[in-house]
């Protein structure tokens, strides 16, 4: 059974970090998957936050987020990150893991708060 499980959400002041991760199960070749995070603020879509190939070799970030997040992945822990600095309250969200296999299927995680106030 597929899982993507986030955490590492909560709440921050403007300016401040935090680092979300995704833990992935049940893939059969977690380095065959490219990874995404996405967020969904109240009232809006869901939007691309950034992306990163299979390898790890290639990454992709939203024009409001590049600069300040770093996608990373660990294909020997089945893991990804999102390292996020200098926080906006704009970047309050719920943030989601998704995984993308090479067929174009996607799979999702349940998703984590993120709060920027002070």
């Known amino acids: 059974q597929v899982q993507l499980v986030e955490s590492g959400g909560g709440l921050v002041q403007p300016g401040g970090s935090l680092r979300l991760s995704c833990a992935a199960s049940?893939?059969?070749?977690?380095?065959?998957?490219?990874m995404s995070w996405y967020r969904q603020a109240p009232g809006k879509g869901r939007e691309l936050v950034a992306r990163?190939?299979?390898?790890?070799?290639?990454?992709n970030y939203a024009d409001s987020v590049k600069g300040r997040f770093t996608i990373s992945r660990d294909n020997a822990k089945n893991t990804v990150s999102l390292q996020m600095n200098s926080l906006k309250p704009e970047d309050t969200a719920v943030y989601y893991c998704?995984?993308?296999?090479?067929?174009?299927?996607?799979?999702w995680g349940q998703g984590t708060q993120v709060t920027v106030s002070s």
């Open positions: 990163i190939a299979n390898t790890g070799g290639s990454t």
């Open positions: 049940g893939f059969t070749f977690f380095s065959n998957y490219a």
């Open positions: 998704s995984a993308r296999s090479p067929r174009r299927l996607d799979y």
